[in-house]
């Protein structure tokens, strides 16, 4: 079985230039989330899908950030414009249920 | 939220056994889980435990749940040099998990 699928895999990008990651969560997992992994730290939440429907971006900052998940199968997050702090590992998980999830290898996004 | 707390660091060697502690915050947490992230990689599932349990074994991981105390451990017997990695604690908390800041496993031979 496929597991979650995101790219690209490594972004390096000017600071103000818009970006783009993509994920593709496993077959039939109807829930899909983004983090956002810091450096020396662990993954925070930054959206959770359940199929089209956001359910829960309380800790996207909306003023730059914004997701999709348009047919409820592949999701896309956007940055624009990208600002320094920005840099980090951007991880797709999805799950079937709400409590086993299983994450993507991550895009890793520089910001210069 | 608040902190997951884990301790940041564990070096062994080659053939003991690994103990990763970490100490939750949310009483009602449904989930315990422990992944495991090797070096430019996404996270792996390693193993979870529900609330109700106190021990869960999976060949070479042993879990062990103190519910009273909102502590979890993971021992990883005859440790290989290739579970060298950082292992993340996490809680299901609600609709997400809140992760432990990792604890990075080194196993020298």
Known sequence: EAGVVQSPRYKIIEKKQPVAFWCNPISGHNTLYWYRQNLGQGPELLIRYENEEAVDDSQLPKDRFSAERLKGVDSTLKIQPAELGDSAVYLCASSDTTETQYFGPGTRLLVL | ?109
């Open chain 2, 1 to 109: 939220g608040e902190d997951v707390e884990q301790s940041l660091f564990l070096s062994v060697r080659e053939g003991d056994s690994s103990v990763i502690n970490c100490t939750y915050t949310d009483s009602s947490s449904t989930y315990l889980y422990w992944y495991k992230q090797e070096p430019g990689a996404g996270l792996q599932l390693l193993t979870y435990i529900f609330s109700n349990m106190d021990m869960k074994q999976d060949q070479r991981l042993t879990v062990l749940l103190n519910k009273k105390d909102k502590h979890l451990s993971l021992r990883i017997a005859d440790t290989q040099t290739g579970d060298s990695a950082i292992y993340f604690c996490a809680e299901f908390s609600g609709y997400a998990l809140n992760f432990g800041k990792g604890t990075s496993l080194l196993v020298t031979p």
